[in-house]
């Protein structure tokens, strides 16, 4: 390498670092190699196309301002575009883009058309209309581990998690996977393990992205040809956070993308988070190999709370609200909504707003009103505690009798019709059905599923249980 061009580029270096933001530099300035100087031209390589229009896109002036210092008005700057031989294209190829005015650069004759103004491409996570300057997390400082209460329902993922943001891709936690029902914090932990280490190692690129949103990122990166800058983009995170991976279930390709992004961050130590509403031996249409790597650090469960937790959550909620309320009413709350923490937080704030808008006391019949209206109109997210009722009060026996030992046919039915409709109506995993249905493990559930399948098409009685707690739950 010319040593020119090295002395060049480290002058220019040294101004680009003091002028922006360290986490910048050391993401898009730090990866480029100065290749070599002629004819008054400054020739850097960088890893890819997609690297080559974000420089292009958000640090055009500062490259200028740092080039003509060195080298006067005349000072030209060549991209010398090299890909990734793992994926891409071996053979570089070179832009020259001259640095000395934007019209300039948008007029020059070169292979790759500079006139696409749409930013989905150049960054993924940038909203149209706005320029961003370095890759945004996409946290939600609100969601933190303070406001993440502890309970037996979650305590080793929210263990895992802390470590997890102590240690980003130091422990044996990686991946993380975080799986449960709707509504239990999934989401919340991942956003805090993300904030934590964010707050602790400002230098490292934290990403959180919902699997939805990474698949559709992947699809366009395709249809534009742009496959390989997709997955450099994500090979430069430290931390990655997919929210809702299940969503990746029969969708090859991007499961297929993702393996590899996942494997290179691995293998260079970076952390990897994901959160699930299943456990990996649940997950269908998943392929195997990815299965195999979500088992590599730990899976944790987050279950529904009990109702000391419960009360927990409530008086922390009043308490960062600066709301005072009877304890009667925290825990008639707190006994009633059982499903899952978003409901419980959605009846206090219901409860709060009734209150103060219609100047009402806030008592014990108001608390039951605002919860009976809340359950009635949430029940489409039917919990396991309502499907077990509603079994047990159409077959005439208590919730108890349903979830017992006892052996005798009708409640062995009974208990089955639960754990078949506690998976269709739920996105509780099979181990927390069983669990929740008498302690039973995951394979009596899969067993139970199957005895109702089969049962239903030989057994026109039974066809008929089905079809009326269809009715039932689906009210």
């Not at 007029?107 to 989905?120: A, I, R, T, W, Y």
């Not at 956070?241 to 993308?257: A, H, R, Y």
């Not at 209206?373 to 919990?383: A, I, L, M």
Request: charged share 25%; with cysteine.
């Amino acid at each position: 390498m010319d040593v020119t061009a090295q002395s060049v580029w480290t002058n220019c270096l040294s101004f680009i670092k003091d002028n922006i933001q360290p986490q910048a530099y050391k993401t898009w300035f730090e990866p480029i190699v100065a290749v070599k100087l002629s004819d008054n031209a400054l020739s850097i390589q960088v890893p890819s196309k997609f690297f080559y229009e974000w420089l292009e896109e958000h640090y055009v002036k500062i490259l200028k301002v740092a080039l003509t210092k060195q080298l006067g008005e005349t000072a030209k700057l060549v991209y010398v575009i090299k890909m990734e031989n793992t994926y891409g294209n071996k053979q570089p190829f070179t832009e020259k883009i001259p640095s000395s005015n934007r019209s300039a650069l948008k007029s020059q004759d070169v292979d790759v058309p500079l006139n696409n103004k749409n930013p989905e491409l150049k960054n993924p996570f940038v909203i149209p209309g706005i320029r961003n300057v370095k890759i945004e997390s996409q946290l939600n400082p609100n969601y933190s581990f303070e406001n993440f209460l502890e309970g037996d329902s979650n305590r080793l993922a929210r263990n895992a998690g802390l470590a997890v943001a102590n240690k980003p891709g130091g422990t044996s936690f990686n991946p993380l996977l975080i799986f449960g029902g709707v509504g239990l914090g999934k989401t919340h932990l991942a956003h805090a393990i993300g904030v934590d280490i964010k707050d602790k190692y400002p230098e490292k690129t934290v990403l959180y992205i919902s699997a939805e949103k990474f698949t559709q990122q992947y699809i366009d990166s395709v249809k534009k040809n742009n496959r390989n800058d997709f997955i450099h983009f994500y090979q430069i995170i430290d931390v990655l956070i997919i929210d809702d991976v299940q969503f990746l279930s029969g969708k090859s390709g991007t499961q297929d993308v993702f393996f590899h992004i996942f494997n290179h961050l691995h293998q260079n130590g970076k952390q990897v988070i994901l959160t699930s509403d299943k456990a990996p031996v649940d997950m269908q249409d998943i392929e195997q190999r990815l299965l195999s790597r979500f088992k590599w650090g730990l899976s944790a469960e987050l279950q529904s709370p009990d109702f000391e937790t419960r009360v927990s959550i409530l008086k922390n909620k009043l308490y960062r609200d600066g709301v005072e309320m009877p304890d009667e009413i925290i825990e008639y709350v707190a006994k009633h909504i059982k499903t899952n923490v978003r409901e419980l937080e959605g009846a206090i704030i219901s409860l709060i707003a009734q209150s103060s808008f219609n100047k009402k006391e806030i008592t014990v019949n108001l608390a039951k009103e605002i919860v009976e209206k809340f359950v009635k109109n949430t029940k489409r997210e039917v919990s396991i505690d309502y499907i077990q009722k509603v079994v047990s009060d159409y077959f005439q026996m208590d919730v108890s009798t349903l979830q017992s030992k006892t052996r005798k046919r009708h409640i062995v039915q009974a208990r089955q019709l639960a754990m078949f409709f506690a998976k269709k109506y739920t996105k509780a995993s099979l181990a927390s059905i069983g669990s929740q249905i008498g302690k039973r493990d995951h394979a009596t559930v899969l067993h139970a599923c199957k005895t109702v399948d089969n049962l239903s098409s030989t057994d026109k009685q039974f066809r008929k249980y089905v079809e009326d707690l269809s009715k039932k739950l689906s009210l």
